[in-house]
């Protein structure tokens, strides 16, 4: 009878754990690939990580964004002056561990002719999670990126 007691507590004990473990995960990806802006990730965000962008007369910074609250990370790009005509400048975050990507395009558009800032999608980033951020700046018609740099991880 003790025997059955101690498996049957046992069991209840385990399926209680794996209860939580999944509420985790499940909050943990409830914000990937979604907007730090209209999930409002971004008014606990903060920056860990920059790198500076520089390529002929475009110049800006590449912040690899963070917020503690959301358990996110993201990629914003910030131009000095207005995109010239003829360039594209994209914003990407990628978390390490499964290079799950973030883009622009999913956040509010990469950054096109007169525009100065992007930010990308959102991942997952907690511990032991880490991610960095990386911007190309290219011609529309072109594939492969003219300039390329990123921010190191965080």
């Not at 390529?55 to 131009?79: Q, R």
Request: charged content about 20%.
């Amino acid at each position: 009878m003790l025997r059955k007691l101690s498996a049957g507590l046992l069991v209840a004990v385990i399926g209680v754990f794996g209860l939580f473990v999944s509420f985790n995960q499940a909050e943990a990806s409830q914000y990937d690939g979604k907007s730090p802006v209209k999930t409002g990730c971004h008014k606990t965000g903060w920056a860990p990580k920059t790198k500076k962008i520089s390529y002929g007369n475009i110049t800006g910074t590449l912040y690899l964004m963070f917020s503690s609250k959301c358990k996110t990370a993201w990629a914003y790009v910030k131009l000095n002056k207005p995109l010239p005509k003829g360039y594209q400048v994209l914003g990407f975050v990628t978390r390490n561990k499964d290079k799950r990507i973030g883009t622009c395009r999913n956040g509010n558009g990469h950054i096109i002719h007169g525009q100065t800032s992007c930010y990308s999608a959102m991942v997952y980033d907690m511990s032991p999670n880490t991610s960095y951020a990386q911007v190309y700046i290219k011609k529309p018609d072109k594939p492969d990126p003219l300039y390329k740099t990123r921010t190191s991880s965080y």
